[in-house]
């Protein structure tokens, strides 16, 4: 049984954004304090990426553990209320994450995932590992 009603449900899961969340302004801040311009939400690449490095060609994804299903992690867990819906709804979460994935590394994109958790307990770590990605891949397109 929920702890609240489904008014205050209903109000609060509406509160919860897809953009310019928490995570995804630590790592645009860290990239830019790092002399690394990007774009936001790219409509026109599959998966409309958090973040996008056309000049690297490198798209970045800051994916929520809950509502992406960060496997093995605590945060993704699954509402005791009406599991079957939470269930259809994660997995159509996590195909569309998959076919998005697929298809930029099909046009030769590079494709980065930060998860939330990573955030919280080894952020020097995770984005260090993000420097590192975008350098690689910066020398391997022919940049720096």
């Given at each position: 049984m929920d702890i609240v009603d489904s008014?205050?449900?209903s109000r609060m899961m509406a509160g919860i954004k897809g953009r310019n969340t928490q995570p995804e302004m630590?790592?645009?801040r860290f990239l830019h304090a790092n002399g690394y311009r990007f774009r936001l939400?790219?409509?026109d690449l599959p998966g409309s990426p958090d973040i996008v490095l056309p000049r690297f060609k490198?798209?970045?994804?800051?994916?929520?553990?809950?509502?992406?299903?960060h496997e093995g992690c605590r945060y993704a867990t699954i509402p005791?209320?009406?599991p079957d819906f939470w269930q259809a709804k994660f997995s159509a979460n996590v195909e569309r994450d998959?076919?998005?994935?697929?298809?930029?590394?099909?046009?030769?994109w590079n494709v980065v995932t930060i998860w939330e958790c990573e955030l919280r307990t080894a952020l020097g770590r995770t984005l260090d590992r993000l420097l590192e990605t975008i350098r690689q891949?910066?020398?391997?397109?022919?940049r720096s």
């Open positions: 008014v205050t449900r630590i790592v645009r939400h790219r409509r490198t798209c970045i994804f800051v994916h929520g553990c809950f509502w992406h299903r005791r209320t009406r998959a076919r998005a994935r697929t298809a930029l590394a099909a046009v030769g891949h910066g020398a391997v397109i022919g």
